[in-house]
């Protein structure tokens, strides 16, 4: 369960289904960043853990929607600051991660001692 908690694609997923179900196209264009693979594998675990459902609509064209099922909403309660902190810190810790990168990747660059 820890691997399905640390997992930014699960989080992220479940919070964009949380007001309601969603199409495939529209959860995708609601997660920034993620691909289609990644999405459809995100969503596969999700419902095999039971944390969603994928309902098949019998019109034509066919519909499937996405939709938290009661173990995915506690889910995304018990989550939802974790969720909340990370957006709101993403930004910056990109910014972190990539002036870590750029430093280990330039020899002449020495790391602060202690940080």
Do not use: C
Not at 48 to 57: A, F, K, P, Q
Not at 71 to 92: F, V
């Amino acid at each position: 369960m820890l691997d399905l908690v640390a997992d930014k694609w699960s989080l992220l997923t479940v919070a964009v289904l949380g007001p309601g179900p969603l199409r495939f196209t529209e959860v995708k264009r609601s997660i920034a960043g993620i691909s289609q693979r990644m999405l459809t594998v995100t969503l596969r675990g999700l419902e095999r853990d039971g944390l969603l459902t994928r309902t098949v609509h019998t019109v034509m064209p066919p519909k499937v929607t996405y939709e938290l099922t009661p173990r995915g909403h506690t889910l995304l309660e018990a989550t939802q600051p974790l969720i909340d902190w990370s957006l709101k810190n993403l930004a910056d810790i990109d910014v972190s991660r990539e002036a870590f990168d750029q430093r280990t990747e330039d020899p002449t660059q020495e790391t602060p001692a202690g940080g």
